[in-house]
C-alpha cells in the first residue's frame, strides 16, 4: 500500500524559503509521477508540480515557475518542493500525490494517492 507523509510546512514571512518532503512507501516507485497540489481555503486544489521518479522529468504550475523546485532523492524514497521568494497567494495545504504513468497530469483525478497535507502559511 502506497504512502505519502508531508512535513516541512510551515509559517513563513514573504520573501522567505520553505522546503517540503514527501516521503514515500510501500512499494518503488519506478514508472511513478509525484506531484505537489496545493488547496488554498475556500478553492479548489491545484496542480503546482511534478516529477518522473525515473527520469526526473520536472513540470511547473507558472504560478511557481521560477521560484519553486522539485526533486526527488531515489535513495530516500522523498520528493522534495524547495519553495523561494514565497508569497502570501502561495498560503495554502500542500499535498503530494502519486500516480503509476509515465506522463505528467496536472489535474488531481489523475492522481489515485494522497497524502494528508501540510500547511504553509506566508505572511505579507
Known amino acids: 500500500q502506497v504512502q505519502l507523509v508531508e512535513s516541512g510546512g510551515g509559517l513563513v514571512q514573504a520573501g522567505g524559503s520553505l522546503r517540503l518532503s514527501c516521503a514515500a512507501s510501500?512499494?518503488?516507485?519506478?514508472?511513478?509521477?509525484m506531484a505537489w497540489f496545493r488547496q488554498a481555503s475556500g478553492k479548489e486544489r491545484e496542480f503546482v508540480s511534478a516529477?518522473?521518479?525515473?527520469?526526473?522529468?520536472?513540470y511547473y504550475a507558472d504560478s511557481v515557475k521560477g521560484r519553486f523546485t522539485i526533486s526527488r532523492d531515489n535513495a530516500k524514497n522523498t520528493v522534495y518542493l524547495q519553495m523561494n521568494s514565497l508569497k502570501p497567494e502561495d498560503t495554502a495545504v500542500y499535498y503530494c500525490a502519486a500516480d503509476r504513468t509515465a506522463i505528467i497530469h496536472t489535474t488531481t483525478k489523475n492522481y489515485n494517492h494522497w497524502g494528508q497535507g501540510t500547511q504553509v502559511t506566508v505572511s505579507s
Open positions: 510501500g512499494r518503488t516507485f519506478s514508472g511513478y509521477v
Open positions: 516529477i518522473t521518479w525515473s527520469v526526473g522529468s520536472t
